[in-house]
């Protein structure tokens, strides 16, 4: 069990929900010079034995960046998103001297991809999984720089076994299942006639005594306009992790709980507000409290519900993960979480 006093006494920080079969992106911008900036350690790629592999990641408000070079000593940052898509921006793959190639995505969409140079051993990433290592090439970055050179989502975190621990700021690959330590939980993720046809991973929360399909969305961001960055009051960057709600969960939660508390027009991609839950439960663990912020319904009732298993409310993500040890695994569709 979660110790409720210790989290409480911990701040943590607060993406919308955005998707597209490559390009699966999330947020709301802010001001960036109204807060101190962030510089966390950064945690070399490194081999654990039969732990697997700690990446070279730096966490900013509970979302995860992997920090690289390439050989010839070029930084390429990368962020990490279990409900994200892929891409690298354009601006990068011409810094770097990429060629882009023609290929085809789902639904035999044409795009473009780009093949990344090799990288300094001392920054290994393990490679993306779809389109032959490639990554799709987006023209503009979908909100500015805050998911810096591009995104590692779905096609590069699938098939695989991952441990994020966000007390330790590691994110660690494994080369097998490990045993669950603490509290085991199912995953859902869409399949056809037995075969997984989409690697977006859905987990149960039950809040306010009701339960809940979301997406697993370790990238969920949300960027703080001038009031939400004012009611929060605790010093944390303008982008931070969250996680998200439905609108119309989100006003009947309101409507059955005036004490919990509300930003209005605290995200500034569609002017959003914001509600603190006290608990959320998840499996045989309680935290909180967690920040949610809303998002108009066919977000996730239409739009992200077509690469799930079942229609979800929302998405869990750094606001609530924060307090946890959660290993991810994909082959096993499971998620173990545990308290640091």
Known sequence: MVDHAANRARPRFGRWAGVGAWLLASCSPANPASVAPVEPAVSPAEPTGPVGLVLPTRF?????????????????RMYTDTGGGLYLLDAVAQRLGLPLEAARGEGDEAIEVVTLPPLDPSTAMPPVLVLDGRLPVARQAPFGDIFGDGMLGAGWFR???WTFDYDAETLVLHEASLPCDG???PLGFAEYEGRRTAHYPRVQATIDGRVHDLLFDSGATVLLTEPGLAGLNDGGPTERATSFIVRSIFERWRAAHPD??????????GGDPMIEVPEVTLGELVVGPVWFTAREDPNFREFMSQWM????????????????????????????????
């Open 260 to 269: 919990w508390r509300v930003i209005e027009g605290a995200d500034r991609m």
């Open 183 to 185: 509290s085991l939980l």
């Open 309 to 340: 298993d079942r229609e979800i409310d929302g998405a869990l993500g750094g606001s609530a993960l924060a307090y946890l040890r959660v290993t991810l695994d994909y082959p096993r569709a499971e998620v173990c979480l545990s308290a640091p």
């Open 159 to 161: 098939d695989r076994v």
């Open 60 to 76: 900013e408000a509970d979302r995860i960046f992997l920090e690289l070079k390439t050989a010839q000593g070029e930084p390429l």
